[in-house]
Nanobody, 123 residues
Framework: QVQLVESGGGLVQAGGSLRLSCAASGRTLSFYAAGWFRQAPGKEREFLLAISRSGDNIKYADSVKGRFTISRDNAKNTVYLQMNSLKPEDTGVYFC????????????????WGQGTQVTVSS
């Protein structure tokens, strides 16, 4: 079992940056690929980025390509989401997840989820 806790959310102006962290406890996070997802108000949860166990394979959603990056520090059992050039439409609850053996956009393959952290981008 892996427990995931996100942090770093908050209120930011459009054009600003935030860095989210996802700290894992329980089984080591290096056993799993990890991903970040977002649920905007009134919308379904969507895939943003995923990273392989070693960090050498990354998948992006088109909506965040060039603005968001995902990274991981397996020694710290932590995955990060760096968000730049934020837009009001990036507002939502951000979730990290882990579970698959390879980076994937498929939410159903992620067994472990954090509780989410709120990001609000003002215009």
């Amino acid at each position: 079992q892996v427990q995931l806790v996100e942090s770093g959310g908050g209120l930011v102006q459009a054009g600003g940056s935030l860095r989210l962290s996802c700290a894992a406890s329980g089984r080591t996070l290096s056993f799993y690929a990890a991903g970040w997802f977002r649920q905007a108000p009134g919308k379904e949860r969507e895939f943003l980025l995923a990273i392989s166990r070693s960090g050498d394979n990354i998948k992006y959603a088109d909506s965040v390509k060039g603005r968001f990056t995902i990274s991981r520090d397996n020694a710290k059992n932590t995955v990060y989401l760096q968000m730049n050039s934020l837009k009001p439409e990036d507002t939502g609850v951000y979730f990290c997840a882990a579970g698959p053996q390879t980076a994937t956009i498929s939410q159903g393959l992620y067994n472990y989820w954090g509780q989410g952290t709120q990001v609000t981008v003002s215009s």
